[in-house]
């Protein structure tokens, strides 16, 4: 086990965690969070810029910089959210780069299909993360559970389900370009 703190936007701290890594066979980057939201009047400039440093620079530093390192048959997985697909008032500053990373997820699985890298995006519906309690207002299990119970499969998911679907991602060799849902059923209803 080896940890290395850095921002998913600093380059040259990224590539430094990288050479501490050695090799790497597949990456997944979750950062993100919900900077730039609020209505659209009071976004700025510089919470735009930060949501999309946070989103989509992130995503392109680990791309080129696993790309250089990675040997054939490496992956690279990113996040996205059902807001993209169903945004909310006061979401259009957070979630623009949410939807800038599902284009990229495709761009890049086309470029780097010659180096036998694949790149994917899991696109989460509300899951149970330190995240989700801030901005859901959710501080208590109990909050947590009756917030869930409106939702078709009667809870929010769960860290291990999230994880899952990176997995299934990096372990099957034919999935590149894709953006797969995982949310409980929670777009449809
Ligand atoms: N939870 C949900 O319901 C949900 C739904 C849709 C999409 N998503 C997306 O899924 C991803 C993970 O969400 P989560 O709920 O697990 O969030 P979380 O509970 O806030 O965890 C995110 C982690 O990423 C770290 N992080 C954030 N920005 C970073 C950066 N620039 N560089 C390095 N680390 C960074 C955070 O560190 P610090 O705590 O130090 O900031 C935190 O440890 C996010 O992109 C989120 O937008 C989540």
Do not use: C, K
Not at 91 to 110: F, K, Q, S
Not at 142 to 166: I, K
């Amino acid at each position: 086990m080896l940890g290395a703190v850095a921002d998913a936007a600093d380059e040259d701290a990224v590539r430094a965690a990288f050479d501490l890594a050695g090799r790497v066979d597949h990456v997944l980057l979750t950062a993100g969070g919900y900077t730039g939201a609020g209505p659209l009047t009071e976004l700025t400039r510089e919470a735009a810029h930060e949501a999309y440093d946070q989103r989509v620079w992130a995503a392109v530093v680990a791309a080129r910089l696993a790309a250089e390192r990675m040997p054939a048959g490496g992956s690279l997985t990113f996040t996205s959210g059902n807001l993209v697909v169903r945004p909310t008032a006061g979401i259009a500053g957070a979630m623009a780069p949410g939807g800038g990373i599902e284009t990229l997820t495709r761009a890049l699985a086309v470029e780097l299909a010659p180096r036998r890298l694949r790149v994917n995006t899991v696109r989460y519906g509300a899951f149970d993360t330190p995240l989700l309690r801030s901005v859901g207002g959710l501080p208590t299990d109990e909050a947590v559970r009756e917030a869930g119970a409106e939702l078709p499969l009667g809870r929010f998911g769960t860290a291990e389900e999230a994880g899952a679907a990176s997995v299934f991602l990096m372990a099957n060799t034919y999935m590149t370009g894709q953006v797969v849902t995982v949310d409980g059923g929670q777009i449809l209803a």
